[in-house]
């Protein structure tokens, strides 16, 4: 749905998907026969990928605290730098993606969810 949101076109949703012509067709005809459910389940998908953010976040705050606290060796400075370049990649490159692009990979729910 981000993808159409996105506005791009549907050769390029399908490829990214890898989805046959078929497969894009029905999906495009699905969503606009039912815009309405399909955009409120969206949302409910983004609102939920967010409590989910959220609960980890929260639950590895004072961990991560705990941990950059720690007085680092010479070599793990060298890594640390790294990992600090690829999180602003990785960072940068989800910039660039619709917001709901993962939700669908790797679902993981919180405790009572």
Same mark, same amino acid.
């Given at each position: ?6 506005g ?6 399908r490829?990214?998907l ?7 067709t029905?999906?495009v005809?699905?969503i606009?026969?039912?815009r ?5 389940e969206?949302q ?6 967010? +409590?989910?953010? #959220?609960?980890? !976040? =929260?639950?590895? %705050?004072? @961990?991560?605290?705990?941990? $950059? &606290? ?6 793990? +400075?060298?890594? #640390?730098?790294? !990992? =600090?370049?690829? %999180?602003? @990649?990785?960072?940068?490159? $989800? &910039? ?18």
């Amino acid at each position: 749905m981000e993808y159409l949101l996105a506005g791009w076109p549907p050769e390029l949703i399908r490829h990214r998907l890898d989805l046959t012509e078929q497969q894009m067709t029905d999906a495009v005809a699905y969503i606009d026969t039912h815009r309405a459910e399909v955009e409120a389940e969206y949302q409910t998908v983004l609102q939920h990928a967010q +409590e989910i953010r #959220r609960y980890w !976040e =929260e639950r590895n %705050r004072e @961990r991560s605290a705990h941990i $950059a &606290a720690q007085p680092s060796k010479p070599e793990e +400075e060298t890594l #640390r730098k790294e !990992e =600090e370049s690829r %999180r602003k @990649r990785r960072k940068t490159d $989800a &910039a660039r993606r619709p917001l709901g692009y993962r939700w669908h990979l790797a679902p993981c729910h919180p405790p009572g969810h």
